[in-house]
Every structure is written in C-alpha cells, then in structure tokens.
C-alpha cells in the first residue's frame, strides 16, 4: 500500500534503477548516435505489449571471455519517444549504433520466441545462439524488461 498520495511504483524505480547501474547496460547516457531513426514497425512503440512483436523493452547482453572482457556488449532500449539500440563485438570487429545497429538487433530479436515464463536456461540458450557467444565464455549476462513490465536477469 502507498504511503504517500502519487507514490505509486516506487519499490519499483529503485530495483531497477539499481538493476540498470549494476548493469554492463550502458544506454542511460548515451548519445545520439545510438538513437534509432527509424525503428523497425515489429519494436514496440509503447510499453504496451498488446501491439508489440518483441515481447520486452529493454534488452541489456554483456559476454565476456578469457581473455576479453564485455567482447559481446548489445542494448536495446525503448522509451516513449525514442528507441535506442547499440551493438559491439570486439571478435567479429563490430561497433554499431543507432538504425544500424537496429537492423542488426532486429535479425536476432524476430526470431525470439521466449517470454518472462520461460525457464532462464533457455533464454539463455535462445539468446546465446543469436549472438554467437562461444560456449566457453566466461560470463553471459543478459537483463531484460519484458513489455508487462517485468524485470528479469539471466546469466552464467
């Protein structure tokens, strides 16, 4: 029960904002370079998920190897008015942004078909295999909020 009159989700803002600052996930300052111009008509333009093809909002993956650290490092995010997407992978030497990177994001994300019910083994699985994280990574970190609003992290 609230506390005080408007307070509203607040337990809420302080889980995630601490989940975001944990995060590897870096878009909070990013610059325009990772806004998204046009997104694609699947990403969803609200936090509605009654219309939306991508079941989440957010989408944070950081992978690092041996030798490598954050050598995978994606994020997608969709605010009211914006969306921003960003995409490096230090093996294949790439280092995307905005739509570009969106376009990339988009080829893995359509064929996405997990949920927030889904066991977090086979979230991993899905996700690991679209973005070619070598079985032997270090660490898979992978935080996402679903549509309904739900917050989940995944890793290894």
């Not at 079941?55 to 997608?76: E, H, M, P, R």
């Not at 994001?105 to 083994?121: G, N, S």
């Amino acid at each position: 029960m609230n506390k005080f009159p408007g307070e509203t989700n607040r337990g809420f803002f302080i889980v995630s904002s601490s989940l975001f600052f944990r995060s590897g996930y870096r878009l909070a300052g990013c610059s325009d370079k990772e806004e998204v111009k046009n997104p694609p008509k699947e990403a969803p333009k609200t936090d509605e998920q009654a219309k939306a093809e991508y079941k989440f909002t957010d989408f944070g993956l950081d992978v690092d190897l041996s030798d490598t650290n954050d050598a995978i490092d994606a994020g997608y995010d969709v605010e009211k008015k914006t969306t921003e997407a960003s995409i490096q992978d230090k093996e294949q030497n790439i280092n995307l942004n905005g739509d570009e990177a969106m376009k990339e994001l988009d080829k893995k994300f359509k064929d996405f078909i997990f949920d927030e019910m889904t066991p977090d083994a086979e979230v991993l699985e899905e996700v690991e295999k679209a973005f070619s994280v070598p079985a032997d990574a270090k660490s898979v970190e992978v935080e996402i909020t679903y549509a309904n609003g739900t917050e989940k992290e995944y890793r290894r």
